[in-house]
């Protein structure tokens, strides 16, 4: 851990001291008590709080379990804040609304989490200058729920995989919303969502969207999405993919190819 002493260096370097003590907080961060972490310089904090995330995505932790110390870890300063993996309820939410009040990032991707429709509903127009929303299988997510994100002009990028009980009522809001990335993958709509996606806001802005395995999908409607526009489209598990000849701006597909 320590590099090695040699000649007249006899002190560890202050950067290095620094992230060995950041490396250790965040490793035992579900066993701290929250009042250590309230007068830390807001710098440490977002330190703390992105270190412990980026720990999720190695496997060596578990995200925030501790309500009261994620909120004394939050910070107005911060613009991104990653909860992957952890613990949200409404009162977590309600603390990120009051806080971080210039977010441009937020995601709750595979959180633990408790949240009622109504909770969720009432907090997503709060977070106004969002640009970035991850809500990956947050079951809380509804047609009725997500309605407030239509106020929300910054939001550019936007993730609803599995969340399963989305139906085709949504496109009432999403249709409404200048998305550039849009993932409803493992959703429930149909090819009316599809439909009812023609000439709207979003068919006019979004450039990558992605639709596997939506069980509900087929080929049918597919012509009606802005093919001049999309650069990135997912098509995984949806059989008989037909495509058509104007997608000269399409970079990437992904689909599945029935097993004969």
């Known amino acids: 851990m320590f590099r090695a002493i040699r000649g007249d260096d006899t002190h560890l370097n202050p950067s290095s001291l620094f992230n060995i003590c950041l490396r250790l907080v965040t490793k035992n961060i579900n066993d701290a008590e929250p009042y250590a972490f309230v007068d830390l310089p807001s710098?440490?904090?977002?330190?703390?709080?992105?270190?412990?995330?980026?720990?999720?995505?190695?496997?060596?932790?578990?995200?925030?379990?501790?309500?009261e110390l994620l909120k004394a870890l939050l910070d107005r300063e911060m613009i991104s804040l990653n909860l992957t993996n952890s613990t949200i309820t409404n009162y977590t939410i309600n603390n990120v609304?009051?806080?971080?009040?210039?977010?441009?990032?937020?995601?709750?991707d595979e959180v633990r989490c408790t949240l009622t429709e109504d909770e969720l509903q009432e907090f997503l127009p709060k977070m106004k200058f969002l640009r970035?929303?991850?809500?990956?299988?947050?079951?809380?997510?509804?047609?009725?729920?997500?309605?407030?994100?239509?106020?929300?002009?910054y939001l550019n990028h936007l993730v609803?995989?599995?969340?399963?009980?989305?139906?085709?009522?949504?496109?009432?809001?999403?249709?409404?919303?200048?998305?550039?990335?849009?993932?409803?993958?493992?959703?429930?709509?149909?090819?009316?969502?599809?439909?009812?996606?023609?000439?709207?806001?979003?068919?006019?802005?979004?450039?990558?969207?992605?639709?596997?395995?939506?069980?509900?999908?087929?080929?049918?409607?597919?012509?009606?999405?802005?093919?001049?526009?999309?650069?990135?489209?997912?098509l995984l598990g949806i059989d008989d993919i037909q495509f058509m000849?104007?997608?000269?701006?399409?970079?990437?597909?992904?689909?599945?190819?029935?097993?004969?």
């Open 160 to 234: 609803l995989k599995s969340c399963s009980r989305l139906t085709d009522g949504c496109i009432a809001t999403l249709r409404n919303i200048k998305l550039q990335r849009l993932d409803m993958s493992c959703t429930q709509i149909t090819d009316e969502w599809i439909g009812s996606l023609e000439f709207s806001p979003l068919y006019e802005t979004v450039f990558d969207l992605n639709l596997s395995f939506c069980k509900n999908l087929t080929n049918r409607k597919l012509c009606a999405l802005n093919w001049s526009k999309l650069k990135y489209l997912g």
């Open 43 to 67: 710098y440490i904090k977002r330190k703390i709080v992105r270190r412990t995330t980026r720990y999720v995505f190695r496997k060596t932790n578990v995200g925030f379990k501790n309500e």
């Open 132 to 153: 970035l929303l991850n809500l990956k299988g947050v079951y809380a997510v509804t047609d009725k729920s997500i309605s407030g994100l239509v106020t929300l002009t």
């Open 97 to 108: 609304a009051e806080i971080c009040t210039n977010l441009h990032e937020l995601l709750l």
């Open 245 to 260: 000849d104007d997608v000269n701006e399409l970079k990437s597909v992904f689909w599945s190819v029935p097993l004969v």
